[in-house]
């Protein structure tokens, strides 16, 4: 210890330390380590009657289970109890106070092993100082060093301690509210120690915290979407056969009137050159019978009959003329054909009414999305819907929401979701059937809400709640 330092000026100061100190175990290394400002010592060591040896100077952490710490504990637990007994009956406070130790002073067994562990001369503070406790709560400082312990430095150890002991009490005994404050002492570094409690930084971020989880947003879900025809044509067989050949391919803008695909027209046309001749044989027979019945009255009759049958034949023909028309199928309005594969229709027999394509216009796109069951949430008509294409990911189709379906309907990957369909804001340039993922957006809810939303639900659905 320097010379020139004040041992009453070092105790002030270790007193400062001491109602400063954060935690039970910066207090404890003050005790041990820091407290040579105050007498000078070569050993410290801090024992508890629960716990053994806690603190040992120089140390961060003693191996209780060593031999030496082993020593120490007895040593401090044999003078735990002389203390005790010279303790007076029937008192509430006892006298123990700090007291010089020698290896004599001690029964045969601790003091053996004292030449080998320890310089010739010890002081022994119990804790509390000047109190009676629970046995189990005591404890006990032990000091070592060459030159032997002066009653001034027991009584400056006496006080130190009683400061130290009553610091301790506070630290254990403190409310919510200070354990708080100095936690936030402790992570503000540097900051100065005394402040009002609203200037305190802890408190400016649990009210950060605060306003973050209550702030405001939309919520959100995501689903697979895609451009689609909002209302296409549908062009359907109109008449019972086998598609011949396609006149158009996938995505192809067409015109009206534009052919798109034939039927075969053999058997058509050859029921139509059947029924022609007949229409020819009919008339030339009726014919032959108005000669006849000009010298023949009994013929006559038969007139009205191959009149009919004559008319019978011409609407027979007119018909197959009509089917053979229609066999070659135009383009109902402009627009793109929407089509899969044009070759898996050629040689394939479909029937009256069945659906071949799809035109739609190029301006009547809008966009189509699968809700998962899992994400519904509630979405109000004209809330607004974001497509982020995977062909254009950095430019969303912006659109409003025109219907969410009733009900759930089965995906090709069995899975069930909503179609939900939204009316484009603007004419886009993308082409229908563009896929991507569609951002649907609800009503605006706290910002914890849309953080633990899916997490809430996953729990409540795990465990039944």
């Not at 303790?87 to 020698?102: D, E, M, N």
């Not at 003329?321 to 899969?340: H, K, T, W």
């Not at 594969?341 to 739609?360: C, F, K, N, Q, Y």
Request: hydrophobic fraction near 45%; aromatic fraction near 6%; charged fraction near 20%.
């Amino acid at each position: 210890m320097d010379e020139d330092v004040d041992p009453v000026t070092a105790l002030l100061g270790l007193c400062r330390q001491a109602r400063e100190a954060r935690s039970q175990a910066e207090l404890a290394f003050l005790l041990v380590n820091g407290s040579v400002a105050l007498t000078p010592y070569r050993q410290a060591a801090l024992w508890w009657a629960e716990g053994g040896v806690k603190t040992l100077s120089g140390l961060v952490q003693p191996e209780v289970n060593a031999p030496y710490a082993q020593w120490v504990s007895a040593l401090a637990r044999h003078c735990s109890r002389a203390d005790a007994a010279r303790q007076a009956p029937g008192t509430a406070a006892g006298v123990a106070g700090p007291r010089a130790l020698a290896a004599h002073d001690l029964p045969p067994e601790l003091a053996a092993p004292w030449g080998q562990w320890w310089p010739a001369h010890a002081l022994w503070i119990a804790l509390p100082v000047g109190t009676t406790v629970d046995p189990a709560g005591a404890g006990g400082l032990l000091l070592t060093r060459d030159e032997p312990f002066t009653p001034r430095d027991a009584a400056l150890w006496r006080e130190w301690a009683g400061a130290w002991w009553h610091a301790r009490e506070a630290l254990r005994h403190a409310s919510p509210q200070r354990r708080w404050r100095l936690w936030g002492r402790e992570t503000a570094g540097a900051l100065p120690v005394r402040r009002r409690g609203w200037r305190h930084p802890a408190l400016w971020g649990a009210a950060a915290m605060a306003v973050a989880a209550l702030w405001p947003v939309r919520l959100s879900v995501l689903a697979p979407g895609e451009l689609v025809p909002r209302q296409p044509t549908v062009v359907r067989a109109p008449v019972d056969g086998v598609i011949d050949v396609f006149h158009v391919q996938p995505n192809q803008l067409v015109r009206k009137g534009a052919p798109l695909f034939g039927f075969d027209e053999a058997v058509i046309q050859s029921r139509l050159d059947v029924a022609q001749q007949a229409l020819a044989t009919a008339t030339t027979e009726l014919r032959q019978t108005t000669q006849q019945a000009l010298g023949d009255a009994r013929v006559r009759p038969q007139l009205a009959l191959l009149g009919g049958r004559i008319e019978e034949r011409r609407a027979e023909v007119a018909a197959l003329r009509r089917q053979l028309e229609r066999s070659r199928v135009l383009a109902p309005q402009d627009g793109v054909v929407l089509l899969d594969d044009a070759t898996e229709w050629i040689g394939r027999p479909i029937t009256l009414g069945e659906r071949v394509l799809r035109i739609a216009r190029t301006d009547d796109v809008e966009i189509e999305a699968w809700l998962p069951i899992a994400d519904a949430i509630a979405l109000e008509p004209g809330a607004p819907v974001l497509l982020y294409l995977n062909a254009s990911p950095l430019a969303p189709v912006a659109a409003r929401l025109r219907l969410v379906a009733h009900e759930a309907a089965q995906r090709p990957d069995g899975s069930y979701a909503y179609r939900v369909r939204a009316t484009l804001e603007a004419p886009t340039a993308h082409r229908v059937g563009l896929k991507g993922t569609t951002k649907l957006q609800g009503d605006r809810v706290p910002a914890i809400y849309w953080a633990l939303r899916r997490p809430l639900a996953t729990l409540r659905s795990t465990l039944g709640w």
